[in-house]
């Protein structure tokens, strides 16, 4: 859950750089397409802005994820991560193969048989890797957490970097973890922050490669995860409040011109 404090400070930060961008955008600016221009007169420009928004705020949901988490006292780490370690000629070849197999979809995802097969390649010619994580977490248990953090329509260059990174934590990890306790001691996620469709997640980009509730969380499994139950609950009233000041400011704005 999220404390009172946080709540405000992210509607705080989140209602100033919303402000930021309204004051600073021209709002006057046309489309350059007649067809949108002409029929939509001034609101033409209102999707231009909304988008270059969302990509603004883009790099803000890894500070709101890293917050939440070092709130919740299950974690006793939290943080963006530069993970160390080696990787042998054979391991690397192992996950290049699985994750093209995977993208031409000649094979499923299966986060389990995924780590096995990383488990049972040779280890000889190991070098030396470093690997830069989103987030990473880890609990009182000792578990640790590997996320890399996406929206929910990456490129397809983004999600096989992805992929890879988190496979290649596994064979970094494999010299000091059994494989049977492998899922007891570490995850490796891709999470998406939230889903832009209605009903279940499903892009055709990341749904081959990361498998639903193993390798892929989505918004309230994300979010839930770092906060505990009910943290995107709370973070979608947030929304609401940010929405109930901000909504007045965009119609008076864009009445101006």
């Not at 939509?40 to 209102?46: A, D, E, K, V, Y």
């Not at 899922?183 to 490796?188: D, E, F, L, P, S």
């Amino acid at each position: 859950m999220i404390s009172k404090t946080l709540k405000e400070e992210i509607k705080k930060e989140l209602i100033q750089k919303i402000k930021d961008k309204i004051e600073s955008y021209n709002f006057s600016k046309k489309s350059g397409n007649p067809f949108i221009d002409i029929i939509f007169g001034r609101f033409s420009n209102i999707k231009t802005f909304i988008h270059s928004t969302a990509t603004m705020l883009g790099s803000y949901y890894e500070i709101i994820a890293r917050k939440i988490a070092q709130e919740n006292p299950e974690f006793i780490e939290v943080k963006k991560f530069v993970f160390s370690g080696k990787i042998s000629d054979s391991e690397s070849a192992t996950i290049k193969n699985l994750v093209k197999d995977l993208e031409e979809k000649k094979t499923k995802t299966d986060y389990n048989n995924e780590i096995k097969s990383i488990y049972s390649a040779k280890e000889h010619n190991l070098i030396d890797t470093k690997i830069t994580i989103d987030l990473y977490l880890k609990n009182k248990k000792q578990k640790e957490f590997f996320i890399e953090m996406k929206g929910p329509d990456p490129n397809k260059k983004e999600v096989r970097a992805a992929k890879e990174d988190l496979l290649n934590i596994v064979a970094m990890k494999k010299r000091a973890i059994k494989l049977q306790d492998f899922n007891n001691k570490v995850a490796i996620l891709f999470g998406v922050y939230y889903n832009n469709k209605d009903k279940e997640y499903d892009n055709w980009k990341v749904s081959p490669i990361f498998e639903k509730d193993k390798g892929l969380i989505v918004q309230e499994g994300f979010w839930d995860l770092l906060g505990g139950k009910g943290t995107y609950a709370e973070l979608f009233l947030i929304l609401k409040e940010i929405k109930a000041e901000i909504t007045p400011l965009i119609e008076k704005t864009i009445n101006k011109f």
